[in-house]
């Protein structure tokens, strides 16, 4: 079974581009989150999915980040416009319902010039 | 504020040294705790969880509620634990995990 996959596993952008990074769950996990760890902090949680709704988005930094999971799929996250302090390394991982072990993707390296 | 906190950025033993990489957390309430390990070029990856209680590649961590701390210990290191280890919690209302900054284990030969 494929795990958790995470698209694309590095980006380059300028500042004020936009970047749009892409998650692909365990096929039947309806939980989806995103997290991100920026250099020398922690991994902190962004939001989480309970299939195509937003569960919990306290993590979102501000409104230039928008997540989408239409039709309880993959998901996206958007950076637009991006920021210096934006880059870091984006984590996705899923769980299945009732199972509170997450599933991790290996991570898109965001670097903002 | 829920919190986790591990100390140690690097921990360095030798190969057959006994390994304890320091959690502390705060909490107000009954928190699942976790270890998570990233091999290096691997994905982050459950390691263990308190409520398992359960010993993995040789690791234990046992939860201690009166000083909020869930250690993980290994008696003697390999080389193949080096990586780099997280320690988290998961609140119970929201099913989010709030990491600590993480340590690395480095095991020499």
Redesign the interface.
């Known amino acids: 079974e494929a795990?958790?996959t995470q698209f694309p596993s590095h980006s380059v952008i300028e500042k004020g581009q936009t970047v749009t990074l892409r998650c692909d769950p365990i096929s039947g996990h309806d939980?989806l989150?995103w997290?991100r760890r920026v250099m020398?902090?922690?991994?902190?949680?962004l939001l989480?999915f309970v299939k195509e709704s937003k569960?919990?988005e306290s993590?979102m930094p501000n409104n230039r980040f928008l997540a989408e999971r239409t039709g309880g799929t993959y998901s996206t996250l958007k950076v637009q416009p991006a920021e210096l302090e934006d880059s870091g390394v984006y984590?996705c991982?899923s769980s299945p319902t009732g199972y509170?072990?997450?599933?991790?993707?290996?991570?898109t390296r965001l670097t903002v010039l | 504020a829920q919190r986790v906190t591990q100390p140690e950025k690097l921990l360095s033993v030798f190969k057959g040294a006994p390994v304890e990489l320091k959690c502390n957390y705060s909490y107000s309430g009954s928190p699942e705790l976790f270890w998570y390990v990233q091999y290096s070029r691997q994905r982050l990856q459950l390691l263990l969880r308190h409520i398992s209680r359960e010993s993995i590649k040789g690791f234990t961590a046992d939860l201690n509620k009166g000083e909020t701390s869930f250690h993980l210990k290994k008696p003697f290191a390999q080389e193949e634990d080096s990586a780099m280890y997280y320690c988290a919690l998961d609140s119970y209302n929201t099913d989010k995990l709030i990491f600590g900054t993480g340590t690395r284990l480095q095991v020499f030969p």
Do not use: L, R, S, T
């Open positions: 795990g958790v939980n989150y997290y020398g902090k922690e991994i902190k949680f989480h569960q919990d993590g984590f991982a509170n072990e997450q599933f991790f993707g290996p991570g």
